[in-house]
């Protein structure tokens, strides 16, 4: 069974600092997609990463897939209030299954405090 | 242009009973999806649908679960009968087609909580 470990499971800082979100596996994924979502709402694409190595910025939000593609990190800059959220990794898996048969982490529950 | 929809968006049923969950795509999506959360679990796959056909249901844990989608438009997702376990957030999300990078567009979700 191919498992998506994110760390840490929850996150409380203050508005201004920066953080580190981590997904890691032992399986190879053939792309990585981060997403967030908030109460009561389902989860929001991000971004998708598919190269090995590959880093992308969206803003303040920088992603990077592993270059073995078993790993994936989202870093914050500048944590603002509105960034608070719950931050989910998926992955589609190298061998097999549609693009939609995504292997979800347990995500990362961010809190950012003014 | 409307977003994934869902209905009903919470359920309580008692062991034993039939629920019936439906998801309306966005307008033009061919792909539909299937994905459910139990409390304490990761988001889990169920299944997808390209148009009327099921592409992919590896992800449905039994014979309780019946999903379809006639006409290649909306569809439902059927729990007979239910089970405590069944207990969860069921989510239906969809996309244009199904390549590498293409969006998948979650609606808001079912709560379905089976007592």
């Known amino acids: 069974t191919q498992l998506l470990e994110q760390s840490p499971q929850f996150l409380s800082i203050q508005e201004g600092e920066n953080l580190t979100v981590y997904c890691n596996s032992s399986s190879v994924f053939s792309s990585l997609q981060w997403y967030r979502q908030e109460p009561g709402e389902g989860p929001v694409l991000l971004v998708t990463?598919?190269?090995?190595?590959e880093v992308k910025k969206l803003k303040r939000l920088t992603f990077q897939f592993g270059d073995a593609r078993k790993d994936s990190s989202l870093h914050i800059t500048a944590a603002q209030p509105g960034d608070t959220g719950l931050y989910l990794c998926a992955g589609v898996a190298f061998y097999g299954g549609s693009q939609g048969n995504l292997i979800f982490g347990k995500g990362t529950k961010l809190s950012v405090k003014p | 242009e409307a977003g994934v929809t869902q209905f009903p968006s919470h359920s309580v049923i008692e062991k034993g009973q039939t629920v019936t969950l439906r998801c309306d795509p966005i307008s033009g999506h061919d792909n539909l999806y299937w994905y459910r959360r139990v409390m304490g679990k990761e988001i889990k796959f169920l299944l997808h649908?390209?148009?009327?056909?099921?592409?992919?249901e590896s992800g449905m844990p039994n014979n309780r679960f019946l999903a379809e989608r006639t006409g290649g438009t909306y569809s439902t997702l059927k729990v007979q009968p239910a089970e405590l376990e069944d207990s969860g957030v069921y989510f239906c999300?969809?996309?244009?087609?199904?390549?590498?990078?293409?969006?998948?567009?979650f609606g808001e979700g079912s709560w379905l909580t089976v007592v």
């Open positions: 990463v598919v190269t090995g190595g």
């Open positions: 649908f390209v148009k009327e056909s099921k592409q992919d």
């Open positions: 999300a969809s996309s244009q087609d199904g390549l590498v990078g293409n969006t998948i567009y």
